[in-house]
């Protein structure tokens, strides 16, 4: 499990386990290209346009256009087309996700505005997404239940019960592999040694607010300078959730690593 191999890479402390009698399973990384569509701005009786692989996919506002009501249609519009084939619209209200249907198979995607509404597209992870040790993954929902994971990019996944997979560890040849490709972590489709229970060291995004007993919280939103799935004390705004039955059992030390506790979900 790499227990005792140490690397001088800050990432790669992290996934380390921190006590015997722990409970370990494989998932495959399953990161699938994600993209997040935000209605920014509504617009009544407008044509609003998410282009997919080239095929443009629309939806026409209604009298009173809401941005609930825009992100609902366009979620319609998507999984009702052909391109649904190749990926899948996810309604978050007001927002939506796209996410590739097909593991390590990107999609193309753009958004045309009308003259007076806005969408605005961003990406949540790619196609090629390298999951690093020490992270929190959640269980992937198709096209098989339970044997793959990626990283949480929305809070539901975190917080709905058996859907937090566990910590990735570091293992002795991923470690070699990490140096080697000066990539630390799991590419995709690689199998990951993932903690389903017991303990583990895992670097903290806010190491002097850590006190035991506190709960542990994994990143679903990003910015710059942020890594999705790490550990925290607090929401960061609502960037982050509380894992369930996770929490600190120590104080960091002087690096951020800290001893977290985790029991497993089903």
């Known amino acids: 499990m790499g227990v005792n191999s140490l690397l001088t890479l800050a990432n790669a402390r992290a996934g380390m386990l921190g006590a015997a009698g722990h409970i370990a399973d494989s998932f495959s990384n399953a990161t699938r290209q994600r993209n997040l569509v935000v209605v920014t701005t509504a617009a009544d009786s407008e044509v609003f346009t998410i282009t997919i692989n080239g095929a443009a996919i629309t939806y026409t506002s209604d009298a009173s256009g809401t941005k609930a009501e825009i992100s609902a249609g366009l979620v319609a519009a998507i999984n009702a087309h052909a391109q649904a084939a190749y990926v899948t619209a996810i309604d978050l209200v007001e927002s939506l996700e796209i996410e590739s249907d097909i593991i390590g198979?990107?999609?193309?995607?753009?958004?045309?505005?009308?003259?007076?509404?806005?969408?605005?597209?961003?990406?949540?992870?790619?196609?090629?997404?390298?999951?690093?040790?020490?992270?929190?993954?959640?269980?992937?929902?198709?096209?098989t239940p339970g044997v793959n994971a990626h990283l949480a990019t929305v809070t539901?996944?975190?917080?709905?019960?058996?859907?937090?997979?566990?910590?990735?560890?570091?293992?002795?040849?991923?470690?070699?592999?990490?140096?080697?490709?000066?990539?630390?972590?799991?590419?995709?489709?690689?199998?990951?040694?993932?903690?389903?229970?017991?303990?583990?060291?895992?670097?903290?995004?806010?190491?002097?607010?850590?006190?035991?007993?506190?709960?542990?919280?994994?990143?679903h939103a990003a910015g710059a300078g942020e890594t999705l799935g790490a550990s925290r004390t607090d929401a960061d705004g609502s960037d982050a959730t509380a894992v369930p039955s996770a929490r600190f059992e120590a104080m960091p030390n002087s690096s951020g690593v800290c001893l977290i506790s985790y029991n497993i979900q089903t």
């Open 105 to 143: 198979t990107a999609y193309t995607i753009t958004v045309t505005n009308p003259a007076t509404g806005v969408l605005t597209l961003s990406t949540l992870t790619t196609n090629t997404t390298t999951i690093g040790f020490g992270l929190w993954v959640v269980r992937d929902q198709s096209p």
């Open 156 to 219: 539901g996944e975190i917080s709905t019960g058996g859907r937090v997979a566990g910590l990735t560890l570091i293992d002795n040849a991923q470690e070699a592999a990490a140096v080697a490709a000066n990539n630390v972590g799991y590419p995709i489709k690689e199998a990951m040694n993932v903690l389903r229970q017991g303990y583990a060291h895992v670097l903290v995004e806010d190491q002097a607010n850590v006190r035991p007993g506190m709960a542990v919280f994994a990143r």
